[in-house]
């Protein structure tokens, strides 16, 4: 089954939330900030260019590393 994603824009929308979702008996969990940060790095990595080939020299050169 798919999920939905909601950002309540402030603590009285989230209380709201979790208590209509309670009611209704729909399961929810609750993502730390860090949690949401690292589902979006999750998803651009996965739509990132896999194809590009970078030499050694590159990403030491962009590390700043000789």
């Known amino acids: 089954m798919s999920s939905i994603v ?6 009285e929308e989230f ?3 979790t208590e209509l979702l309670k ?3 729909i399961e929810a969990k609750v993502l730390s900030d860090e949690q949401v940060e690292d589902l ?3 998803f651009l990595m996965k739509e990132a260019d896999k194809n590009d080939i970078v030499s050694k020299e ?3 050169s962009k ?3 000789k």
């Open 23 to 25: 009611k209704l008996n």
């Open 6 to 11: 909601v950002n309540p824009k402030n603590i």
């Open 63 to 65: 590390l700043g590393v």
């Open 58 to 60: 590159e990403i030491m």
């Open 40 to 42: 979006g790095l999750s």
């Open 15 to 17: 209380q709201f939330l």
